[in-house]
């Protein structure tokens, strides 16, 4: 079946450490995202990318890091410059953003700074 | 900017009750606006949509109506049941725009 896959589905990370999370999509869509999720609160968009090989930065981009080096693929790494990343990590996708298509989304990534 | 405002939660009701969330949006053109729907420990899915002013979304017994007077889409359920306790976002996409702007989410606790 098509759609987003996000691995692992819990990680821990130690003080210092840097973390890549993983987000794949074989739904042939342009678009991908990342966005982080607070408790109780709403998404915040952390980066996102409308084509192979180019990505901008969202609301919350410092600390995180991505790269696009294939259609399907948009991992995340939380760096130790990142203050305070325990949160919740959701990783979307969309066919064409002209499209005005809602967006897919992967199960998340729950992090936890130990 | 673009942004999305709904009701603060959580909301508490019986099963058999009656939905509504409020979501009010600030744009410019003529957005995209959604409700999606995140159960617990998982990712957001697509609940319904509207493309365009007057248009109705539905999709299991949810309704929401693209009110672009009052810049309104409020979510509406008839009836409730606890399999409906989730987290609803209301969300915008404007014309031309890359990302899908959220409001904050409303938890809704449904009691049997």
């Known amino acids: 079946d098509g759609g987003i896959t996000q691995s692992p589905k819990y990680l821990f990370r130690k003080e210092g450490q840097n973390v890549t999370l993983s987000c794949e999509q074989n739904l042939n869509h342009d678009a991908m995202y990342w966005y982080r999720q607070d408790p109780g609160q709403g998404l915040r968009l952390i980066y996102y990318?409308?084509?192979?090989?180019?990505?901008q930065k969202g609301d919350i981009a410092e600390g995180y890091s991505v790269s696009r080096e294939k259609k399907e693929s948009f991992p995340l790494t939380v760096t130790s410059a990142q203050k305070n990343p325990t949160a919740f990590y959701l990783c979307a996708s969309s066919p064409n953003t002209r499209l005005m298509a809602e967006a897919f989304f992967g199960q998340g990534t729950r992090l936890t700074v130990v | 900017g673009d942004s999305v405002t709904q009701m603060e939660g959580p909301v508490t009701l019986s099963e058999e009750a009656f939905l509504t969330i409020n979501c009010t949006y600030t744009?410019?053109?003529?957005?995209?606006l959604f409700w999606y729907v995140q159960y617990p420990g998982e990712g957001l899915q697509l609940l319904l949509k509207a493309t365009k002013a007057d248009d109705k979304g539905s999709n299991k017994g949810f309704e929401a109506t693209y009110r672009k007077e009052t810049t309104s889409f409020h979510l509406e359920k008839g009836s409730v049941q606890v399999s409906d306790s989730a987290v609803y976002f209301c969300a915008l996409l404007n014309t031309g725009g890359f990302k899908t702007i959220f409001g904050a989410g409303t938890r809704l606790f449904v009691k049997a």
């Open positions: 990318s409308q084509i192979v090989n180019d990505f």
């Open positions: 744009a410019t053109g003529y957005p995209s």
